[in-house]
Nanobody
């Protein structure tokens, strides 16, 4: 089993910044992808950004956040970060941390609310 603990959500004005953190603990396999997804009211959960394990740390971003959000990870701490700059009201959502083992199960965090006021 793996536990994912998120932090860093909150209320911010349009144009502001927030940083989300997610720390994984438990039975974590070496080959995995960690990332962030979000779900706004009445909408489906969508990918925000992901980063692979290992020294390469390949990243992937949704078009809507490219140039504004940056994902990074500290493999020694099993922690993934999402730096969110130039936030817009449409970024308002519950943000979920995800750990996807390439050859095993997938896990989700409990979610953290991000609210951007106009």
């Amino acid at each position: 089993q793996v536990q994912l603990v998120e932090s860093g959500g909150g209320l911010v004005q349009s144009g502001g910044s927030l940083r989300l953190s997610c720390t994984a603990s438990g039975s974590i396999f070496s080959f995995n992808t960690m990332g962030w997804y979000r779900q706004a009211p009445g909408r489906q959960r969508e990918l925000v950004a992901t980063v692979t394990s290992g020294s390469s740390g390949t990243t992937n971003y949704a078009d809507s956040v490219k140039g504004r959000f940056t994902i990074s990870r500290d493999n020694a701490k099993n922690t993934v970060y999402l730096q969110m700059n130039s936030l817009k009201p449409e970024d308002t959502a519950v943000y979920y941390c995800n750990l996807n083992h390439w050859f095993g199960p997938e896990y989700w965090g409990q979610g953290t609310q991000v609210t951007v006021s106009s």
